[in-house]
């Protein structure tokens, strides 16, 4: 798909991206999956872990953890004001285009199926016995 000149961002060649990377050191739980694919959609969202936990149905003590490790890793920036953080998506404009081709990616199953594998295996999840 060629770049759009009408378009404030081009699209993107998708091959070029090292999702694994991506996926490995940014998005790598389903909550967080969930969490960028919140402020993909909201981006001007400015908010507490509480309200970003309610809108996501969430935990709050899950999703506050999940919000700084995405913020250590510049997916997110903290605004602290007072006692309270305020979490809000990362004006980087290089995550701001994998953020976008990542969702555009996940249009496609097979990317999507992929992309959930690696997650799962970057999880580390251990057999259980106790079904």
């Not at 790598?28 to 507490?48: A, E, G, Y």
């Not at 006692?83 to 199953?109: G, P, T, V």
Request: proline share 2%; glycine share 4%.
């Amino acid at each position: 798909m060629a770049s759009s000149t009408t378009s404030e961002s081009p699209t993107v060649n998708h091959t070029e991206i090292n999702w694994y990377d991506f996926i490995r050191n940014k998005i790598n739980s389903f909550i967080k999956w969930d969490l960028v694919r919140f402020f993909h959609h909201n981006p001007h969202t400015r908010d507490t872990a509480d309200n970003l936990a309610r809108y996501t149905g969430r935990d709050a003590k899950t999703i506050e953890r999940e919000l700084n490790d995405l913020a250590g890793v510049d997916v997110l920036k903290i605004e602290t004001v007072g006692a309270i953080k305020i979490y809000q998506l990362s004006d980087n404009a290089e995550i701001r285009r994998l953020i976008k081709a990542f969702m555009e990616a996940c249009q496609d199953r097979e990317f999507r199926v992929k992309a959930i594998h690696h997650v799962i295996l970057g999880m580390q999840f251990s057999p259980r016995h106790d079904f």
